[in-house]
């Protein structure tokens, strides 16, 4: 596909952010973490991401089987496509999707101290 991949070693968190802000598509197709950090991390700093299915909240068009090394390809070649367009879409659906979580996790949260 012609594009440059980088498998990250772990490290502190700071570490982890400047590799996002380097980086221009994410990659987390895992099997099962419906509600993944990651993903919504680059989503949050415009970074769109090929997820799989598991994650409930990107769009379908950017969801990818995560045993399926062709759709994920695909997907990625997508990206290429308007890539400033979906840089948008992801900060929109990381912002909304962190503030509907975190309001619903203020009100319990809430509910429960008091």
Request: aromatic share 12%; net charge negative; glycine share 6%.
């Amino acid at each position: 596909l012609g594009l440059e991949v980088e498998n990250a070693p772990w490290g502190t968190f700071s570490d982890y952010e400047a590799r996002i802000k380097q980086s221009d598509i994410g990659l987390q197709c895992s099997f099962t973490e419906s509600m993944n950090f990651v993903c919504l991390e680059h989503l949050l700093l415009g970074k769109p991401v090929v997820g799989s299915h598991s994650i409930r909240y990107l769009p379908s068009t950017w969801q990818a089987h995560a045993d399926d090394p062709d759709e994920i390809a695909n997907t990625l070649c997508r990206f290429r496509e308007k890539y400033t367009k979906h840089q948008e879409r992801a900060r929109t659906i990381g912002l909304e999707f962190a503030s509907e979580n975190n309001e619903q996790f203020v009100k319990q949260f809430n509910q429960w101290v008091l």
